[in-house]
């Protein structure tokens, strides 16, 4: 064997200093997802950084992530407006009238001040429970117009990409044949899931198709991405993985970054 073929055993990945500034970025679903809860300073700032990157043509989005990303929305949605209901909404009681509670008052000197107080009371309440419907109908218009969709329209007409066919019998026969293997990205938690199963394997094959440096960003635990240590973090990335990219692009090294 050769020097050239011994080559592949011999692989490092490049370091995240040396392609920060170069590299293509990839987002995973989660990510663009979170923004439904970033405060507004972190989505701001978020949104600048993607935009910035898809006007320098080096964000890339696989079109999976945007169909994950359109599936999961109104879910979020939905989630946000029964959580204003159960967590908030029904747990506000009306509070009880003082003169009911304590019928003595009426002999204190201060009885009109503390009616005055338990007035504004109930007004306070009254007036937080009306804000919380308005909040929840506020958020029922997302579905028909939803300011975070907004804002990641334009992102995702430039971003988006994607070479593969879902329905292609050749592309389901080998993450099928991945998925028995238990070969990564179909060895981890998705490879359980009943629904969007591939999902992981999808987003990889785009990457695939990127001749150039990666930087993945997830906020997703894809523990068959990573090798961990005892601690659960993640301290290398899975070789197999690596060696695949590198096949496949000719050599150009990728990083996975979380």
């Known amino acids: 064997m050769t020097k050239k073929g011994l080559e592949k055993y011999f692989f490092a990945p490049k370091s995240l200093e040396e392609i920060i500034g170069t590299a293509t970025i990839v987002v995973d679903t989660n990510v663009l997802l979170s923004a439904y809860q970033w405060k507004e300073a972190a989505f701001k700032e978020v949104l600048?950084?993607?935009?910035?990157?898809a006007e320098n043509d080096r964000l890339r989005i696989p079109m999976h992530v945007l169909e994950e990303f359109m599936d999961q929305r109104p879910k979020l949605i939905q989630g946000a407006i029964e959580r204003i209901n159960t967590d908030i909404y029904s747990k506000i009681q009306k509070p009880n009238k003082l003169s009911s509670t304590i019928p003595l008052i009426g002999l204190l000197p201060e009885h009109d001040e503390y009616i005055s107080i338990e007035e504004d009371n109930l007004a306070s309440y009254k007036l937080y429970r009306k804000k919380l419907e308005e909040l929840s109908s506020k958020l029922r218009s997302f579905f028909q117009k939803d300011p975070v969709l907004d804002s990641l329209k334009s992102i995702f007409e430039d971003a988006c990409f994607t070479t593969i066919d879902k329905?292609?019998?050749?592309?389901?026969?080998?993450?099928?044949?991945?998925?028995?293997?238990?070969?990564?990205?179909?060895?981890?938690?998705?490879?359980?899931?009943?629904?969007?199963?591939?999902?992981?394997?999808?987003?990889?094959?785009?990457?695939?198709?990127?001749?150039?440096?990666?930087?993945?960003?997830?906020?997703?635990?894809?523990?068959?991405?990573y090798y961990l240590d005892p601690k659960k973090i993640h301290s290398l990335q899975e070789e197999s993985l690596l060696k695949n990219f590198t096949k496949i692009t000719k050599a150009r090294p990728v990083a996975l970054f979380p």
Do not use: C, H, M
């Open 167 to 225: 329905q292609d019998k050749l592309v389901n026969e080998d993450a099928n044949n991945r998925l028995a293997k238990k070969q990564p990205p179909l060895s981890g938690g998705d490879a359980g899931k009943k629904e969007n199963k591939f999902g992981d394997y999808f987003i990889w094959r785009d990457i695939l198709s990127l001749d150039n440096d990666v930087i993945f960003v997830s906020t997703d635990f894809k523990e068959d991405w």
């Open 48 to 53: 600048l950084a993607l935009k910035s990157a």
